[in-house]
């Protein structure tokens, strides 16, 4: 079936520092999802991404959170700077109409 | 807001038999409800999906069956496998997925 590939699958940061995470979508799709999972615990939702646009997004995407999808190429969730609490897999997936297709995260740990 | 409750986080089985697991959500929307499974290591899949009251859905030997009167979406297996042993999330949307809402999973075993 379709396949998202996020880069890298693993990333360890020092706190502070910039780090950004990739994705690569299902090439026909039209919507972008963040989701972040600690743990054990349950994926959240963190933003959407349509048009070249952010529609919406929880109270897990602070304000050192970005997204964006220059030229139709990745698309990109940085972080800036870091903190010890943003450790955890983050999944990103697409969808073209109701099925959201993920990849298989990037686990993120923050030093 | 939303939200997705899954009551069982871990359920051990032997193979060949039959396997419940539960999913009850609340929205004020009209609901869009899905099972996604993940192993180990690999990206969360769509398992089911459905918005249509009262109807069974299948795929892959496991099935649901949307009741909003309950607003329940259990997800069934007659006889489970080796290979179902899996994490399996129950999420809902109200708006055709463009925004899901997940449970917080069950771990599934199955014991040859």
């Known amino acids: 079936g379709p396949k998202v590939l996020q880069i890298p699958s693993h990333q360890i940061i020092d706190m502070g520092q910039m780090v950004t995470l990739n994705c690569d979508p299902v090439?026909?799709?039209?919507?972008f999802y963040w989701y972040k999972q600690i743990l054990g615990q349950q994926m959240e939702f963190l933003v959407n991404?349509?048009?070249?646009?952010?529609?919406?997004k929880s109270k897990l995407f602070k304000d050192q959170f970005s997204v964006e999808r220059p030229d139709g190429s990745y698309f990109t969730l940085k972080i800036q700077p870091t903190a010890l609490e943003d450790s955890a897999v983050y999944f990103c997936?697409?969808?073209?109409?109701?099925?959201?297709?993920f990849g298989a995260g990037t686990r993120l740990s923050v030093l | 807001g939303d939200s997705v409750t899954q009551t069982e986080g871990l359920v051990t089985l032997t193979k060949g038999l039959p396997v419940m697991l539960n999913c009850t959500y609340q929205?004020?929307?009209?609901?869009?409800l899905f099972w996604y499974v993940q192993h180990l290591n690999e990206a969360p899949k769509l398992l089911l999906k459905?918005?249509?009251?009262?109807k069974r859905t299948e795929h892959q030997g496991f099935y649901a069956t949307l009741h909003k009167s309950s607003s329940s979406f259990h997800l069934q297996k007659s006889s489970v496998q080796l290979s179902d042993s899996a994490l399996y999330f129950c999420?809902?949307?109200?708006?055709?997925?463009?925004?899901?809402?997940f449970g917080t999973g069950t771990s599934l075993l199955v014991d040859p």
């Open positions: 997936a697409s969808s073209f109409m109701d099925t959201l297709y």
């Open positions: 090439s026909n799709h039209l919507y």
């Open positions: 991404f349509y048009n070249g646009k952010v529609m919406e």
């Open positions: 929205t004020t929307y009209s609901p869009f």
């Open positions: 459905s918005s249509t009251d009262n």
């Open positions: 999420a809902l949307s109200d708006n055709m997925g463009y925004k899901l809402t």
